[in-house]
């Protein structure tokens, strides 16, 4: 397999997590999104959107976005699982990782940060006030959830790792170590993440373990 991405990329770590806890191995292909690699041709020929990730795992099409990899993952490597059993706890986990795939993170990628430095004119102090104020209300949106079921346990969905601890955990890094986020109104979120951050699997992966280019 071949992971084209991006070090500091949330989406990138999403997919690194998965992999780790999966056991699975993928050369990876750095596509630095702040030097604008992400429009050229070679790479748009892998993904046209000019995003990452995307993940190459035979002679067949790339596969695209993080959580359709998330799920390809899932079902063809089944152990150790990243969705509940029961249709009800599989939606509610889909959901959660949904206010984050959906909702918040899209907010704050590059290509939006861009459009509001070149096309809008806003200057930076106003750009991170907006990419912290997104950052944090998808937390915020996460913790309403999970303070007050009583599906939450030691994780987002009972005490095994889903596909919304790994969503949950790159937002926590977005907001907390990215933008500088206030993180102390989420407690749950940041327990969850707390516990997280004790498998290898996510913390080995986290953008701060790799060293920055150059």
């Not at 702040?34 to 070679?42: R, T």
């Not at 889909?94 to 940060?113: K, M, Y």
């Not at 991170?128 to 939450?152: D, I, Y």
């Not at 940041?190 to 790799?210: G, H, I, N, W």
Request: overall charge neutral.
């Amino acid at each position: 397999m071949k992971l084209y991405g991006f070090w500091r990329s949330l989406a990138t770590y999403r997919v690194r997590v998965a992999l780790a806890l999966k056991g699975l191995d993928a050369d990876a292909v750095s596509i630095d999104l702040l030097k604008g690699n992400q429009h050229d041709a070679a790479y748009k020929a892998v993904n046209p959107q000019s995003v990452v990730p995307a993940l190459v795992i035979d002679d067949g099409p790339p596969l695209f976005q993080s959580m359709a990899i998330l799920e390809y993952l899932d079902e063809a490597h089944p152990q150790p699982p990243l969705l509940p059993k029961d249709a009800r706890g599989r939606a509610r986990v889909r959901g959660l990782a949904q206010i984050v795939v959906s909702d918040g993170h899209p907010l704050i990628v590059p290509r939006i940060r861009v459009y509001m430095e070149k096309e809008l004119k806003l200057d930076e102090a106003t750009r991170n006030r907006w990419l912290a104020h997104w950052s944090l209300k998808a937390l915020e949106a996460v913790e309403g959830h999970l303070a007050k079921e009583k599906e939450s346990g030691l994780f987002c969905h009972g005490d095994d790792i889903t596909i919304a601890d790994i969503c949950v955990a790159s937002q926590v890094i977005g907001a907390k170590n990215y933008f500088n986020c206030d993180v102390s109104g989420v407690p749950t979120v940041m327990r969850v993440f707390d516990e997280c951050m004790k498998l290898t699997a996510f913390s080995a992966t986290q953008p701060s373990a790799y060293p920055e280019p150059a």
